[in-house]
């Protein structure tokens, strides 16, 4: 049933799907859909929890990894970038599930996603710090502007669109924006020359 | 009645409010408030587009000033983070016009927000790469992730308190994201000497 919800929501680029269009594309019975799901919030919690899951553990795994925390948070954004990319309907999830449904909901988010999410930047900051490549940095800070701009290209494209004639987030502006942003996020907008002055 | 609407917004931390909410507070008849901006929505952009005017008319003045676009950049970054915080719905506003209303709402508010931002960064960016202070960045991806960070810092506040007990965004937190963001937009998280070893 959440492989019904997921694919529905990818193919109407929206999450504007009912409980029995769910039960229709995965063959269920809707009274069993609504059994186990309670209603459509409890249902796109859980699809959103299952995506979660799996992102997580890869955080996890990444860390565990031999290379420089550098290297790690390269990987980190790239990673978030495509996340968002290969379930575009998870962003709208989480802006919905956080902001439109009842506290009991956004709990639950915070409590899957967001939390495990700041510690593991937490965690690759300070050992960044500690092995002298990162700047010393607030994690709750580092978080904020990092996730943002990640979600932005997917939530704030199509005002853009319309503002400007960009066009929509394709394969390639995927891969732009994840080089701009281990760019920018690791060395800044300044050239070296400049920026070796701003340090005096 | 724009003035009324406004404070009722700060007063209640939310949107959610009626015409005839704000004829009650301006002391102007409700079936004058319709007269004039048709319906909610109406309003709502009215007052958007009365906050984004001033906001946008900073920027120009910005960028006409003898400074360098290291120093502007900067100023505009505080700029942002300081109209978010000082009209706390603008963003929820943005929001909500952009994607929950009919498409010449949120038509609108690309043309007089999204745009006119747009091309301020754009010409901040050949300013500053032609004077050999910024590397060669897309204005439209350095949009994306410059907006979406200085969105994020109250878009996504209240989900970080529910998960970890961040707290709110005041006039302290809102002073540290400034400096954090112009840090880490300007130098980048990296320290000087991994950078250097990073550019070879």
């Given at each position: 049933m959440l492989v019904a919800a997921?694919?529905?929501?990818?193919?109407?680029s929206s999450i504007e799907i009912s409980l029995s269009d769910i039960a229709q594309k995965s063959g269920a019975n809707a009274a069993l859909v609504k059994y186990?799901?309670?209603?459509?919030?409890?249902?796109?919690?859980?699809?959103?929890?299952?995506?979660?899951?799996?992102?997580l553990s890869n955080l996890e795994?990444?860390?565990?990894?031999?290379?420089?925390?550098?290297?790690?948070?390269?990987?980190?954004?790239?990673?978030?970038i495509r996340a968002y990319y290969r379930f575009p309907y998870m962003n709208r999830l989480i802006h919905y599930l956080l902001?439109?449904?009842?506290?009991?909901?956004?709990?639950?988010?915070?409590?899957?996603?967001v939390a495990p999410l700041l510690d593991f930047h937490r965690r690759l900051l300070a050992d960044g710090v500690s092995l002298g490549e990162?700047?010393?940095?607030?994690?709750?800070?580092?978080?904020?502007?990092?996730?943002?701009?990640?979600?932005?290209?997917?939530?704030?494209?199509h005002a853009m669109s319309r503002a400007t004639?960009?066009?929509p987030v394709?394969?390639?502006?995927?891969?732009?924006?994840?080089?701009h942003m281990e760019t920018l996020i690791c060395g800044g907008i300044l050239t070296q020359v400049e920026e070796a002055a701003a340090a005096g």
């Open positions: 997921s694919e529905l929501m990818i193919e109407r186990h799901f309670g209603n459509k919030d409890g249902l796109l919690l859980a699809l959103l929890e299952r995506n979660a899951a799996t992102e795994y990444l860390l565990a990894q031999p290379i420089t925390p550098t290297a790690k948070l390269k990987l980190h954004i790239g990673g978030i902001h439109e449904t009842n506290t009991a909901a956004a709990d639950e988010v915070s409590k899957f996603f990162f700047r010393a940095t607030d994690p709750v800070l580092f978080y904020t502007s990092l996730i943002g701009a990640c979600d932005h290209l997917f939530f704030g494209r004639g960009v066009g394709t394969d390639e502006v995927c891969r732009q924006y994840i080089k």
